[in-house]
């Protein structure tokens, strides 16, 4: 009888040694996760979303974005590298010199057809289960987005708005996002 191989279950340290070869790489409790580099729709919603969130964050000095490639450590074994994430300014003690050590404030996926099952399912599991208040997810090829807030160890959905929607969203409530600006 064949006995199940064992399973081997990587550390931080363990994904430092990984090659710089342009491929995104997670560690979902201990099991590898490799992506390869968004495409440029995905990083046109990225950097135009990044200089709506920075300059409002900014302005109001509420803390600190970040953009991937970050990592943020949820635990030894558990490193993801969001598209974008927010770490208010009475938290900063978590940002460290060469990660987030911890839940940030806000974490955004920008979904792409390689991830969208990993961003909306497991992704969105694994930061409630770590105590991500607010998770956002951004949908380039449905010009769609959906914010959630964690409510008793569930994300619940508090806004939604497609293509030239205006949406406002916590950790935000203040700031109204033209979507069609994300998209351009």
């Not at 900063?92 to 399912?121: H, K, N």
């Not at 008793?152 to 969203?169: H, I, M, Q, W």
Request: charged share 20%; aromatic share 8%.
């Amino acid at each position: 009888m064949a006995s199940q191989p064992e399973r081997v279950v990587l550390t931080y340290q363990d994904l430092l040694q990984l090659p710089n070869d342009r491929n995104r790489y997670e560690l979902f409790e201990g099991e590898l996760q490799v992506t390869a580099a968004p495409n440029t729709a995905h990083q046109t919603a990225s950097m135009n979303l990044t200089l709506i969130l920075g300059n409002h964050v900014r302005a109001h000095q509420l803390g600190r974005i970040f953009t991937a490639p970050c990592d943020v450590l949820l635990g030894e074994t558990t490193v993801v590298e969001p598209d974008l994430l927010f770490v208010a300014a009475e938290r900063t003690e978590i940002i460290q010199r060469q990660y987030v050590a911890g839940a940030p404030d806000l974490v955004i996926e920008i979904i792409s057809p390689s991830t969208a099952l990993a961003d909306r399912q497991v992704k969105r599991q694994l930061y409630a289960r770590h105590g991500i208040t607010h998770y956002w997810l951004v949908d380039v090829e449905r010009q769609e987005f959906i914010a959630y807030a964690l409510a008793d160890g569930l994300y619940r959905e508090v806004a939604r708005g497609r293509e030239t929607e205006t949406v406002s969203a916590p950790p935000f409530a203040d700031l109204s996002i033209p979507l069609a600006e994300i998209w351009e």
